[in-house]
Each structure stands twice: as structure tokens, then as C-alpha cells.
């Protein structure tokens, strides 16, 4: 039986499930792992028979690589991407005006990396085969969805024979993308625009490299703007906009391509076109993304421009908060109500998100003479304004999710919203491991010092964990914190003691001596909440 228990309708028992995905790209894959590693029993439904061939995500952050970390797969998936590579912002005539590196945030990975998207899609899918209890269906098409009182009857259609079956979830995720379907069963809007330049986006294979190809340029020429991008496994991105008098068709020929790479130099005899596809991009969000018992994440709920590598890692944190939430609700660890925080937490951070994006694609696609001659003088010279210049050139354009409403205590403290950060420590049998490896994806108290008693969290079985300082044994119920990153940040928020959520967010903070505000209503752990869920190794 799974998790949540069968769920009602009179459909056969292996047709029923916890939870439904609705597409099967990278939001969608990255709830398959969180859910099967969660133990539930859950069906994936994607229409489509491989993964999508052509690479439209470009990179990632440290942050992705840390949900991916909880299901045992950041390792490998780093193996395939290229880390710590600067960006540059190039004028008319190939001079940098504005360089910056991203800067670590304290999640134990690389702050930025390159991927190739069909690459890491079919890990995270090999990833998916550990799973017992979750069921792919490839070339299967949800076309109706049916709420009741007791779940969700999905019609799905198998597009190999047309054949037609009825599945019930107690919840559905759907996935599939800006144009989603399920989206518009439900009579959701999706606000936003459309922009009106269209971009040709141009997949090659490196023959010959030439200097400098590990660096992303933002080549910001008001006569054709371009994105000249790094991708690995010896690939190689650029993006050209389509100008006005411009035939389309031509733009996606390979000879239409070589002349517009030649501007950099670029011989026919250094790449190997091997794909070009015509994109739009939309600034849009999902009126709402939760309807009764089915939530939209990803471009299903949201889209943004490309400029600040931030669309396909929007929808991870969207399943990656979702998903735990789920799993407590299917195991009456907490009332239905909670998961009604998944869009109070998420949606205002995907806002700003792609509020960022829009701006730093100004900076790159205007096309006024006037503007782009007073940008490519101004911001040199405020990149040597102390403070401002190094704001510029640390990247801090992706804005720290912090959540300033949604599942946390009252009064708020100056932990409460966010993560904590994840450094090495040394766990309780002296090994050097990453601190989410320790945490296990559960409820937990996190102490910096001795203990102050929590009766309210002791009484439902919340474990504690104390922080040692630097240069400590390791003890049991401990973990020694070698670099002091952890005590650090908490010693700068007041916060003596810390309760976890299973996604490392804080929920409430007190200082030392004071006791927590207690769980939150209706709180009600089982036996599973007490033990790991983190899954070591990969497929």
C-alpha cells in the first residue's frame, strides 16, 4: 500500500496513486525523484517518447545542485556541467565592459554551471529507475481531469494506439510546460506577455576550439544583439535575435549561421551545426497555481526571459518545496491546509526573479544607439565604484529565496524564511560529509550550544542536533561545523536554536535561553519523520 493509502472511485488498485506528474522535463523528473524517494506511489505521464533533444536551459546553481543533492544525484550530474565560468558583457567592437563572476551562497556546490539539458534529463531519469513505486508511462497524454472529494480521475490517452485509461491520484503536479494543457482544463489565466522579437537558438558541436570558449558572452551590439554560451560535453550555444526585414526560415540555414558566428571569428571548419529552433520569450504567471487537489509549477506556472539562466531552476524549487509538503499531507503529518503555502511562498519569489531577468536582458538586447553608447561608458566606470563595481561583478542578480509569508512561526525572527547555508561538517562518525547529508530531509531542531529544552517539540518527537565549534570531537547528536559557516550564521541572527523544515527552511528561531514557538498546527509525526530520507549514491 502506498504512503497515503488507495484512494477511492472504483478504478483498478494499480491504477491508483498518491501523486500524478503531468510531464516529464525537468520539474517533472526532478518530483519524480523527490516523491519516489520519498516512498509514495506515483505515476508520470509525458507524451512524448525521449527526452526533448534540444537544449534550451543553459546552467543551473548551487542552490538546484542542492535539491538534487537529496536524492543522491548532484555528483553525478556535475560530472556533465562546467563550473565557475565568468561572464563578460561585450560592446559593438568585442571590448568588455562589464565582467562578473558569480559568488558562492553558501549551499556546498559550485554558485553556477553550465549543463547540457538533454544530458541532465536523462540522468535525473535514470535517477527515477531506483524507485519501486514510481510508474513512467512515456507517449501517454493526460487530455480530462475529474476533481472529487477524494482525489483526481486523470483520462489518459496512450498516443502509440490511441487507447484510452482512467487513473486516479490523490494529487496532481502538472509540468507540462507554457502551453499546458492541464492549465487550460482548469480555466487558469496565464498573464504576462509575449515579447515581440523572436530569437534563433543554435545547438553546435565544438570541432576546433578557439580562445576564450569557456566564457559566456553577452555580446550586446545594438545592430544584432548575441548570447555566446559555453555548454559542455563539448557543445557550444549562440543566440541572435530575429531584426525586423529578416526572413526566419533563412536564419535557422547553415549558411545563414556561419555568417552570423563569423563576426567572432568562427570557421565553418570549428563546429558542427547540429540544431536551430526559433524561440519566443514571455514574461507570464499562472493566475493561481493551485486548483483543489492539482498544482501547476514550472512554465506551467510561470515564464521568464532567459537572461539570468533562471527558468528551468524556478520550476525545481517550485517541486522541490511542493513535493515534501505532499509527502506530510499523504501521511497526516500535517493538515491539507499547508499546502496552500506552496504558492504563497513561491509565486513572489518567482516575481522577482523574473523581474531581475528583464532588467539585465535590457542591458543586453537594446538597440538605441543613444542608450547602448551612454551603457557601454557608464557601467565601466561604475564597476570601480567600491561596493557598487563589486555587486556588479559578484552576479548577485538571482535574489535569495527567502520566504516572508507561508509555513513558519509567529513572531518572525531574522532566521525565519530562509535556508540555512550548507557547509562540511563532521558528522557524529568523524566522516567529512555536507551538512543536508546529516539533516536527512526531516523536521529537526538544530542547536548552537547546550541545549535549551523544547517541550512542545520534544513531546512530537522532533530530533535535536547540536552544532560543535570548529576543531571539536565528534559526538553523537552532534555535528562539528570545521569552517564555522553554520554557527556564524546563526550567531548573526540571534538564533541559538533552529526548527527545520525538511527543505532546510527555517520555521521558527529563538536565542539562547528562550524556548521555540511551538509546531504548527496539527502537527502529527509518525516514525518516518525521525529517519533519513536522503538517498546516498547514484544510478
Keep these: 500500500m502506498s504512503a497515503g493509502g488507495r484512494t477511492g472511485g472504483g478504478a483498478d488498485d494499480e491504477d491508483e496513486y498518491d501523486v500524478a506528474v503531468i510531464g516529464y522535463g525537468p520539474t517533472g523528473v526532478t518530483a519524480a525523484n523527490l516523491l519516489g524517494a520519498a516512498g509514495l506511489r506515483v505515476v508520470v505521464l509525458e507524451r512524448d517518447a525521449e527526452v526533448f533533444s534540444r537544449a534550451r536551459a543553459i546552467s543551473t546553481d548551487e542552490e538546484v545542485l542542492r535539491i538534487w543533492q537529496r536524492v543522491g544525484l548532484a555528483e553525478r550530474l556535475k560530472h556533465d556541467m562546467l563550473a565557475d565560468r565568468p561572464l563578460d558583457f561585450v560592446d559593438a567592437r568585442g571590448r568588455v565592459f562589464l565582467s562578473a563572476r558569480p559568488t558562492p551562497r553558501?549551499?556546498?556546490?559550485?554558485?553556477?554551471?553550465?549543463?547540457?539539458?538533454?544530458?541532465?534529463?536523462?540522468?535525473?531519469?535514470?535517477?527515477?529507475?531506483?524507485?519501486?513505486?514510481?510508474?513512467?508511462?512515456?507517449?501517454?497524454?493526460?487530455?480530462?481531469?475529474?476533481?472529487?472529494?477524494?482525489?483526481?480521475?486523470?483520462?489518459?490517452?496512450?498516443?502509440?494506439?490511441?487507447?484510452?485509461?482512467?487513473?486516479?491520484?490523490?494529487?496532481?503536479?502538472?509540468?507540462?510546460?507554457?502551453?499546458?494543457?492541464?492549465?487550460?482544463?482548469?480555466?487558469?489565466?496565464?498573464?504576462?506577455?509575449?515579447y515581440e522579437d523572436r530569437w534563433v537558438v543554435i545547438d553546435t558541436k565544438m570541432i576546433k576550439p578557439w580562445p576564450d570558449h569557456d566564457r559566456l558572452r553577452f555580446r550586446c551590439d545594438p545592430a544584432r544583439p548575441a548570447v555566446d554560451c559555453p555548454t559542455p560535453l563539448g557543445h557550444h550555444r549562440w543566440e541572435f535575435p530575429i531584426l525586423p526585414g529578416d526572413d526566419e526560415t533563412h536564419l535557422t540555414t547553415d549558411d545563414a549561421i556561419h555568417?552570423?558566428?563569423?563576426?567572432?571569428?568562427?570557421?565553418?571548419?570549428?563546429?558542427?551545426?547540429?540544431?536551430?529552433?526559433?524561440?519566443?520569450?514571455?514574461?507570464?504567471?499562472?493566475?493561481?497555481?493551485?486548483v483543489g487537489r492539482?498544482?501547476?509549477?514550472?512554465?506551467?506556472?510561470?515564464?521568464?526571459?532567459?537572461?539570468?539562466?533562471?527558468?528551468?531552476?524556478?520550476?525545481?524549487?517550485?517541486?522541490?518545496?511542493?513535493?515534501?509538503?505532499?509527502?506530510?499531507?499523504?501521511?497526516?503529518?500535517?493538515?491539507?491546509?499547508?499546502?496552500?503555502?506552496?504558492?504563497?511562498?513561491?509565486?513572489?519569489?518567482?516575481?522577482?526573479?523574473?523581474?531581475?531577468?528583464?532588467?539585465?536582458?535590457?542591458?543586453?538586447?537594446?538597440?538605441?544607439?543613444?542608450?547602448?553608447?551612454?551603457?557601454?561608458?557608464?557601467?565601466?566606470?561604475?564597476?570601480?565604484?567600491?561596493?557598487?563595481?563589486?555587486?556588479?561583478?559578484?552576479?548577485?542578480?538571482?535574489?535569495?529565496?527567502?520566504?516572508?509569508?507561508?509555513?513558519?512561526?509567529?513572531?518572525?525572527?531574522?532566521?525565519?524564511?530562509?535556508?540555512?547555508?550548507?557547509?562540511?561538517?563532521?558528522?557524529?562518525?568523524?566522516?567529512?560529509?555536507?551538512?543536508?547529508?546529516?539533516?536527512?530531509?526531516?523536521?529537526?531542531?538544530?542547536?548552537?550550544?547546550?541545549?535549551?529544552?523544547?517541550?512542545?517539540?520534544?513531546?512530537?518527537?522532533?530530533?535535536?542536533?547540536?552544532?560543535?565549534?570548529?576543531?571539536?570531537?565528534?559526538?553523537?547528536?552532534?555535528?562539528?561545523?570545521?569552517?564555522?559557516?553554520l554557527r556564524t550564521w546563526m550567531t548573526e541572527r540571534r538564533a541559538a536554536t533552529l526548527a527545520l523544515r525538511p527543505d532546510a527552511y527555517v520555521y521558527a528561531a529563538a536565542p539562547s535561553g528562550a524556548r521555540l514557538p511551538p509546531p504548527p498546527a496539527g502537527f502529527a509525526p509518525t516514525s518516518h519523520m525521525t529517519t533519513s530520507t536522503a538517498v546516498q549514491g547514484t544510478p
Excluded at 505532499?326 to 513572489?348: F, Q
Design 106 to 194: 553558501g549551499h556546498g556546490h559550485p554558485p553556477q554551471m553550465f549543463i547540457y539539458q538533454p544530458a541532465l534529463e536523462q540522468v535525473l531519469r535514470d535517477g527515477v529507475g531506483r524507485y519501486p513505486g514510481v510508474d513512467v508511462r512515456l507517449r501517454h497524454e493526460c487530455v480530462r481531469l475529474r476533481q472529487d472529494a477524494d482525489g483526481v480521475e486523470l483520462t489518459v490517452v496512450a498516443t502509440a494506439d490511441d487507447s484510452v485509461r482512467r487513473l486516479r491520484a490523490r494529487y496532481v503536479i502538472a509540468a507540462d510546460g507554457g502551453s499546458s494543457l492541464t492549465r487550460a482544463q482548469l480555466n487558469v489565466g496565464y498573464e504576462g506577455r509575449t
Design 294 to 485: 492539482v498544482f501547476l509549477a514550472g512554465d506551467a506556472a510561470h515564464a521568464m526571459p532567459p537572461w539570468i539562466g533562471q527558468g528551468m531552476a524556478a520550476g525545481v524549487r517550485d517541486v522541490a518545496n511542493l513535493c515534501w509538503k505532499l509527502d506530510a499531507v499523504l501521511r497526516g503529518e500535517l493538515p491539507e491546509p499547508v499546502l496552500d503555502s506552496y504558492e504563497t511562498e513561491r509565486k513572489p519569489h518567482v516575481r522577482e526573479v523574473t523581474r531581475r531577468a528583464v532588467f539585465v536582458g535590457r542591458i543586453i538586447t537594446d538597440r538605441r544607439p543613444v542608450v547602448t553608447r551612454l551603457r557601454d561608458a557608464l557601467l565601466p566606470l561604475l564597476n570601480r565604484v567600491p561596493g557598487f563595481g563589486d555587486r556588479l561583478q559578484d552576479s548577485h542578480w538571482i535574489p535569495v529565496a527567502r520566504y516572508a509569508d507561508g509555513l513558519q512561526a509567529r513572531p518572525r525572527t531574522r532566521a525565519s524564511g530562509h535556508q540555512i547555508p550548507q557547509p562540511w561538517v563532521t558528522g557524529p562518525d568523524g566522516t567529512r560529509v555536507r551538512l543536508d547529508d546529516v539533516l536527512g530531509g526531516r523536521w529537526l531542531l538544530l542547536h548552537d550550544g547546550p541545549p535549551t529544552p523544547q517541550p512542545a517539540w520534544r513531546r512530537s518527537g522532533v530530533p535535536s542536533l547540536t552544532v560543535l565549534p570548529a576543531g571539536s570531537r565528534p559526538a553523537e547528536g552532534a555535528v562539528v561545523d570545521r569552517d564555522g559557516v
Design 259 to 290: 555568417s552570423m558566428v563569423s563576426r567572432y571569428g568562427i570557421d565553418r571548419d570549428q563546429i558542427e551545426i547540429l540544431r536551430a529552433t526559433v524561440y519566443s520569450h514571455h514574461v507570464r504567471f499562472a493566475a493561481r497555481f493551485r
